[in-house]
């Protein structure tokens, strides 16, 4: 049975379809925040990843489809000090979860590394060619403390082909499992940034990087300051025009046409709200030469509902979207957008929406 | 031997290690503890071994000076107490 995994700030709901539509069949964690959630068809293992004001993050897994979960290991920085007796990083927080090659896991998080386990979330190794990266001393927090790692995106026809999106810090892509990198976010324009840096792809403040499964040289960027596509793999970008607003935070592709792909605008930057308080999805089927702007069955009044980077997701089918909103809205449409059903307005604030099966 | 408590609001995640425990620092009673239960090393301590941001520990009544290396002396009958410290939302 398909689901939808619902992380908000008061804990995970979890969502099966009824002849009514979309109902909460349970929840997990009530009161505590959820930062991300996976679900790994290779073993049915589901992952919840907490964020405790005070403890710090942890990572939770069920055998049972979210009925009962058990806390494994959360991924942690070796303790080091340096010479002056600074104290080495900590994870302050676990910002994306995906299924990696030859049945492990990988793990990003703020301060903006990549963790994998190889045996299901019982320990995690940090990835050391990513964390030594000379680059990374010129990454910063897009409104957070420490640069994140948000997306990971993992080669559906070569597991070890991996895409990698930082807030701020570009995109990386690697052909060996994590071994080398390779810098590719050129044609990307960081607004925010001194004239002479804005074209500086280390310092690209991307919002979400998704790729399409089945066309993985498709690449889709919502940025802090535009919409970006690449057709060959990341080593050129071209700018999109999203209406209503080039600024948001999340994008999905279609899983088997790279050609399109779904946007939720927002007036940028300092505002982030709806424009004109109407809560709307921007859809393309030309690869971004246009868009439709798709409002059926969304607030158009008086709506200040923002969605962030992880809450709108895509199922395999292509027609099944789910988004939610900060205000704890949550919407779901089964063709492709042209209609969408509000399954509650009362949800927690939204961090994350993602499709199981 | 020292007695090492938990606020409520941790107790529900760390479920064993308060009670009492040997040592003469904070850092000794604690590891004590930790040994016992593993997971809940990481809600009181960060990935360096520090007091988290957010989290507070008293012996005594008196917030401890060392956060970092957690050297604060405690005796046989002392009490160390391990809180959240207080925010909204």
Known sequence: MSVILVGTRKGLFVLEPSAAGWRIARTAF?????????????DGRWYAALEHGHFGPKVHASDDRGVTWTEVATP???????EDG?????????????????GGLWCGTIPAALFRSDDQGASWQRLAPFWELPQRAQWFGGG?????????????????HLAVAISSGGVWDSPDDGQTWDLRADGMIACYMPPERQLDPNVQDVHRLVQSPTHPDHLWVQHHCGAWRSTDGGRSWQALDVPPSAFGFPVVVHPTDPHTAWFVPAVKDQFRIPVDGKVVVA????????????ADGLPQEHAYDLVYRHALDIDATGDRLAFGSTTGALWTTDDGGDHWHEVSAHLPPIYVVRFGA | MPHLAFTPN????VMRPAGEWPGATVREVLEAAFAQSPAARGYVLDDQGAVRKHVAVFVNGELVDDRQRLSDPVGDDDQVFVMQALSGG
């Open chain 1, 30 to 42: 009530l009161g505590d925040p959820v930062t991300m959630v996976l679900t790994d068809a290779r």
């Open chain 1, 76 to 82: 942690s920085f070796p303790a080091e000090e340096g």
């Open chain 1, 86 to 102: 600074a104290k080495g990083p900590s994870v302050s927080s676990i910002w994306s979860m995906e299924t990696a090659s030859d």
């Open chain 1, 144 to 160: 957070k403390d420490d640069a994140g790692l948000h997306s990971i995106c993992v080669d559906p026809t070569d597991p070890r």
């Open chain 1, 283 to 294: 859809r393309t089927r030309d690869g971004g030469a246009s868009f439709e702007v798709l």
């Open chain 2, 10 to 13: 941790l107790a529900r995640h």
